[in-house]
């Protein structure tokens, strides 16, 4: 029997900057979703290794209909965007989705991503609904961002733009992102403040602004993402197969920022306590991790507010992320000598 063609699947980018709890808003999402739809989730990673699948996975409670994939190793949107329409056409066929929500990295230029999901190829799958950026507006006085390309892009492509982490600003961060908004967005976009990434259901509804403005095809080969991985034969660091009790590591470059991060095969057991000590100490942009401890299974995230602890129900191996402008040289020693059973 043939099955019905995919059309008009209802597509949001939830896009923002580093650390500004884009997962967090996703996940809040996913906790409105009707219990009858079918929603796909296509997330894109800086580094190679890959978290944020783990991250979700053990924190969906077995939720059904759900279904995720990752383009993990810089912005989906470069190389031709080969990796991200593989993992899209996959994801689609796979899920037959009632709603598709792409979370590029937070160093991805969504109006390429954006080019993408328009291609003709896509034009009668996906129905492009309004695009969600979120902004930590205490950010807004540090030039770092307000004069980094990707940043403001973030907000020229908004239909809706949300000021997360509303319970940390100061008396001026509100009135300075509605300036800020003000002279970035487009004409009549929405600005909302929140917390914990609590954006509404009824937010994404409705067709995004921009998406049908064209974007040519020269711009898309000029910008400086980390995606050198691309000229390599040599699978990404999260395909390739971990040495019985050892580690992975890759490193990644691009927009100003370099990660590394390390994958650690199942049977390297982390001790909690000197884990928990050892990642509140790192000075990065971003950090983030799974891990499998002696005190059971954990998901970290670090930003400029401090490192916060979620418990997993599952975790097929134990993975971090570092994001930072200098990445510290002596962070895998450490690690190694985190895990309580020893490493080869």
């Known amino acids: ?194 917390v914990h990434g609590q954006v509404s259901l009824a937010s994404l509804d409705g067709a995004a602004a921009i998406y049908q403005q064209p974007q040519h095809h020269e711009e898309h080969q000029h910008h400086n993402h980390g995606h050198h991985h691309a000229a390599k034969e040599k699978p990404l660091a999260a395909e390739q197969e971990l040495p019985i009790g050892g580690m992975l590591s890759a490193e990644n470059s691009g927009e100003g920022f370099n990660s590394v991060g390390w994958r650690f095969a199942p049977d390297c057991v982390f001790d909690y306590h000197q884990l928990r000590l050892l990642l509140a100490s790192v000075e990065a942009e971003r950090l983030k991790g799974v891990f499998i401890t002696d005190a059971g299974i954990f998901g970290y995230n670090l930003t400029a507010d401090g490192l916060t602890e979620i418990a997993l129900d599952e975790c097929a191996e134990s993975r971090v992320e570092i994001i930072a402008t200098e990445l510290p040289p002596e962070l895998q020693a450490n690690l190694r000598a985190c895990v309580g059973n020893g490493m080869s």
């Open 1 to 194: 029997m043939t099955k019905a063609k995919i059309l008009a699947v209802p597509t949001n980018i939830i896009t923002g900057f580093l650390g500004v709890g884009k997962t967090s808003a996703i996940l809040h999402l996913l906790a409105q979703k009707p219990a009858d739809e079918r929603w796909a989730i296509l997330v894109n990673e800086f580094g190679e290794i890959g978290i944020d699948k783990s991250l979700f996975d053990g924190q969906l409670n077995n939720q059904s209909n759900v279904f995720i994939r990752e383009v993990p190793g810089g912005c989906m949107c470069c190389a031709a965007s080969l990796p991200m329409q593989i993992a899209l056409n996959q994801l689609l066929a796979e899920s037959r989705p009632h709603r598709l929500i792409i979370e590029p990295t937070g160093l991805g230029h969504p109006k390429e991503v954006m080019q993408v999901l328009t291609a003709e190829h896509y034009q009668p799958v996906l129905s492009i609904h309004k695009t969600i950026t979120l902004v930590d507006a205490r950010k807004l006085s540090d030039a770092r961002y307000t004069s980094h390309d990707t940043f403001n892009q973030q907000l020229a492509i908004a239909d809706v733009v949300v000021g997360n982490k509303q319970d940390l600003y100061s008396a001026n961060d509100g009135e300075r992102l509605v300036q800020y908004v003000s002279e970035h967005c487009q004409a009549g976009t929405k600005l909302v403040l929140t």
